[in-house]
Nanobody, 127 residues
């Protein structure tokens, strides 16, 4: 089984920045894995934030495009989410997800696409 561990969450003021990390390990893991970030705020559904395919092509949700950037360490199964210009509405638990498959672009934003999930890291944006 693949295990995912997120880190980097915390409390920041509006306009601040955070960089989240997600490290994948275990099983017969073969890099690179397709990986994604989702987030879930209290009382809301889990929503797609950003994803990166095995081909390294990436996409971000409209709500964060221009502020958030997803990337991967070369030669490692570690994905990052650089979050800039954070807003109070970005407050949520951020989850890392992965799959051994090769999802197409149109399926990246579906939670059902992803086999493995981390436990999440809290991001709080407040004055």
């Amino acid at each position: 089984q693949v295990q995912l561990v997120e880190s980097g969450g915390g409390l920041v003021q509006p306009g601040g920045s955070l960089r989240l990390s997600c490290a994948a390990s275990g099983g017969t893991l073969t890099a690179p894995l397709a990986m994604a970030w989702f987030r879930q705020a209290p009382g809301k559904e889990r929503e797609f934030v950003a994803g990166i395919k095995r081909s390294l092509g990436s996409t971000t949700a409209d709500s964060v495009r221009g502020r958030f950037t997803v990337s991967r360490d070369r030669g490692k199964n570690t994905v990052y989410l650089q979050m800039n210009a954070l807003k109070p509405e970005d407050k949520a638990v951020y989850y890392c997800a992965s799959t051994s498959g090769s999802p197409i672009n149109s399926s990246l934003n579906a939670a059902s696409t992803w086999e493995y999930w981390g436990q999440g890291t809290q991001v709080t944006v407040s004055s």
